[in-house]
């Protein structure tokens, strides 16, 4: 089994910056990919960033610029660094990670979620 525990999450102004980060451990072998959603009230989960083991990204429109992925393999962890916040980006943050087990099966994991709460 495998767990992502997700934390940095909080209330901040506008303008302002939080990190999140997602640790996983348990039965892995290998992450492909680690991934951060995002769900507002009444709205859709929604892709806000993705990298690669190699290091590869992708972001949502809205957050180029402000918004950056990264990750340390050697620890299993992703970090998502969110600069210049807008109250728009307030939401549920989730983490995902394509995992490759220890049994080398490839399943994806998601973490339990922080709050991001952005105040204008």
């Known amino acids: 089994q495998v767990q992502l525990v997700e934390s940095g999450g909080g209330l901040v102004q506008a303008g302002g910056s939080l990190r999140l980060s997602c640790a996983a451990s348990?039965?892995?072998?290998?992450?492909?990919?680690m991934g951060w959603y995002r769900q507002a009230p009444g709205k859709q989960r929604e892709l806000v960033a993705a990298?690669?083991?190699?290091?590869?990204?992708n972001y949502a429109d809205s957050v180029k610029g402000r918004f950056t992925i990264s990750r340390d393999n050697a620890k299993n962890t992703g970090y998502l660094q969110m600069n210049n916040l807008k109250p728009d980006d307030t939401a549920v943050y989730y983490c995902?990670?394509?995992?490759?087990?220890?049994?080398?099966?490839?399943?994806?994991?998601w973490g339990q979620g922080t709050q991001v709460t952005v105040s204008s």
């Open positions: 990298i690669t083991s190699g290091g590869s990204t």
């Open positions: 995902n990670a394509e995992v490759l087990t220890s049994s080398l099966y490839k399943v994806t994991y």
């Open positions: 348990g039965s892995i072998f290998s992450i492909n990919v």
